[in-house]
């Protein structure tokens, strides 16, 4: 009989499944009681995808032997295929006390607590595993996801440096590493280990616009047209280069940022499973809005007041979170959380998990608020699930997703002329004024007396830019520096953002005959802080391709007047829709020279620049920029629109309110 068994065995090892289990069927009746012949007859159905039988045959196969040890396993890994987690738990806690001195079942063990979000549990296992087998590089790989999720990364650093001793796949590690620095914001670190995993694997995708991306943090611009024009030929090659925010950053060029978009979405094809929604009409639309940033972030400040101003007899609206773990010290993010009707934290479910929550609420319109934007945080593939029958983008990426899962773009005629329609994926919402929410004008606490409070001298004209230093490139600093030169008695204050970008920014102004002391770094402050300072600066100079956004705004809400150089991409055109929204659309240049004269001439006269602040004052009362209420009712027209154009069973069309 063991030459029967002998002949299955060797049907199995060729995936002859089905012959396989013919043979089995023969000799069931004469074997039912051999827990070796129970195991193997297990894997053929399990192949053969009878889920049901093959787990009652391992369980057989148990029952006769207690101890028979591979059953366990097999039954084990099949539970973990399945996706039934208690019950491989339960199996693998018996296999261990039949055979302790197995790291994979620790490790395994270690996995089941991971997905269940009980990470110390998990680093037990884990670290049981590595007591038996120290270089067992799974579990070195697993404590690393561990010590990121709960963000103790000096201690995910050092598991990667073990890893780099004992994985034969070091690519993966200094990329790991050079994730968890962009965390803690230290671009030297993260370059280092950029180019140490491109010295290994010089064509993996996007690792040469990280690069390129983590310089422009530092303001290292040595090489940067040659790289920009390798990045394009490359792109135009259609190949896998660049992240579609990070083109935003360097290029303006709807195009270009399209064709980015279509290549990073490669990642995102063939994996949708279809849903079948109700096109019933209910008494109120139900909204999810799905971010990591529900909490102290740019987009927590000008999207938490749309959250408290829902029409909630209309909408019901639910918060899909993804962010950091939930800290009700932030009070903002206390705040958020109260706003909606249902906030979900779904850190620890998967995507296709989420999607199904999602459809269990009912959400009809689910709001996509990050786009290809958030690093780490990113979860865009939970919406290649179909989230909802109707799903958008909105605010936190100025760029098409290139997605055919995104249905529409929320956007404004200044963000994307009828003529550029072309070069987005999405149909567009055109909201009127400006697409960028708000919170309402407050009345400020004083925080600071004077200029010199701030660091600021008290005699010299103020020109400041707050935007992050990734957005500074040669062509637009070159251009500061020929204002600096025509207005002498000026400086110009920038966000102290990293220690390399401040070197390299002085040394760039001594090289354009400026005494880099005129540049004034500001360090980072509370929000109600930094608006208080605002009011010490004179002109905002903005950066291009990749403008101000909740930066302009700010300086607006202050009175500050902002200069801006209007390009054809959505990111060049944010600060024009809101100048444009409160009527200053004599700060808006089309090109550099135009750029300079303006600031010169603004900065030459106190009356202009007085006229223009006094005008600031008197359009953001009249206009709707800084009033949620308004926004929020045109927003949630926009919502009705395109849900009664689904309920009318038509596709997704332009619309403009």
Request: hydrophobic content about 40%; proline content about 3%; overall charge positive.
């Amino acid at each position: 009989m063991n030459t029967k068994i002998d002949l299955i065995s060797n049907l199995l090892q060729k995936k002859k499944f089905k012959e396989a289990k013919i043979k089995c069927d023969e000799i069931f009746e004469k074997n039912g009681n051999n827990f070796v012949f129970l195991n193997i007859f297990a894997i053929i159905l399990f192949q053969l995808r009878e889920f049901e039988d093959a787990q009652k045959k391992w369980k057989q196969s148990i029952a006769i032997n207690p101890k028979y040890f591979d059953a366990y396993n097999n039954l084990i890994n099949a539970l973990l295929n399945l996706e039934k987690y208690d019950d491989a738990l339960e199996y693998i806690n018996i296999a261990i006390k039949i055979n302790p001195n197995n790291h994979e079942l620790y490790h395994k063990r270690g996995n089941l607590f991971l997905k269940k979000n009980q990470l110390e549990k998990a680093v037990q296992n884990f670290d049981q595993a590595l007591e038996i087998k120290n270089d067992y590089v799974p579990s070195l790989r697993s404590k690393v996801i561990v010590f990121k999720k709960n963000q103790k990364f000096d201690k995910a650093l050092k598991e990667l440096d073990k890893l780099l001793l004992y994985d034969k796949d070091k690519f993966k590690a200094y990329m790991e590493k050079a994730l968890i620095y962009i965390s803690l914001r230290n671009s030297f670190e993260t370059l280092k280990n950029l180019k140490k995993a491109d010295s290994i694997n010089p064509n993996s995708p996007f690792v040469l616009g990280d690069i390129i991306h983590e310089k422009t943090k530092m303001c290292d611009w040595s090489n940067l047209d040659f790289e920009l024009k390798s990045i394009k030929k490359k792109i135009d090659n259609n190949e896998k280069v660049l992240a579609p925010y990070v083109a935003t950053t360097l290029f303006d060029s709807p195009e270009l940022h399209l064709k980015t978009s279509k290549i990073w979405q490669e990642r995102h094809q063939g994996k949708v499973e279809n849903s079948i929604f109700s096109r019933i009409r209910k008494k109120k639309i139900k909204i999810g809005y799905f971010s990591a940033e529900f909490r102290s972030h740019a987009m927590g400040y000008l999207m938490n007041r749309v959250y408290d101003l829902h029409n909630k007899s209309m909408f019901e609206v639910y918060g899909f979170y993804f962010g950091p773990p939930v800290n009700f010290e932030d009070k903002l993010q206390k705040k958020i959380v109260s706003s909606f009707d249902k906030f979900v934290d779904v850190n620890s479910l998967s995507d296709k998990e989420v999607s199904i929550l999602s459809e269990k609420f009912g959400v009809d319109i689910g709001i996509d608020l990050m786009g290809h934007t958030g690093g780490r945080f990113n979860r865009f593939g939970i919406f290649e699930n179909r989230i909802a029958p109707i799903q958008v983008s909105f605010l936190g990426f100025p760029c098409t997703t290139a997605s055919k899962f995104i249905d529409y773009l929320i956007a404004d005629k200044i963000l994307i002329p009828k003529e550029f329609q072309k070069f987005y994926s999405e149909k567009i919402i055109y909201l009127p004024d400006s697409y960028q929410p708000n919170e309402e004008l407050n009345n400020l606490s004083p925080h600071f007396k004077n200029k010199k409070s701030v660091g600021l001298p008290n005699d010299k004209f103020v020109f400041c830019c707050f935007n992050a230093h990734q957005k500074i490139n040669p062509q637009i600093f070159s251009s500061w520096m020929r204002i600096l030169k025509k207005k002498e008695n000026s400086i110009l204050w920038l966000l102290k953002d990293n220690e390399f970008s401040e070197n390299n920014l002085k040394k760039e102004a001594n090289n354009h005959g400026i005494d880099p002391s005129r540049l004034i770094f500001a360090k980072k402050l509370e929000i109600e802080q930094h608006l208080s300072r605002l009011k010490f600066a004179d002109l905002f100079l903005d950066t291009y391709p990749y403008g101000a956004h909740t930066t302009c705004s700010n300086a607006l809400r202050m009175c500050l007047p902002v200069i801006t150089l209007i390009g054809n991409s959505f990111a060049s055109r944010v600060s024009a829709s809101l100048l444009k929204s409160v009527k200053l659309n004599e700060l808006i240049a089309e090109n550099f020279e135009d750029y300079e004269r303006l600031a010169l001439d603004i900065s030459s006269e106190d009356k202009s620049l007085n006229l223009i602040k006094n005008k600031i004052k008197k359009q953001i009362y009249k206009s709707t920029l800084f009033k949620p209420k308004i926004f929020t009712k045109n927003l949630e027209n926009a919502y009705k629109v395109i849900y009664e154009n689904y309920l009318n069973d038509n596709d997704p069309k332009n619309v403009e309110l």
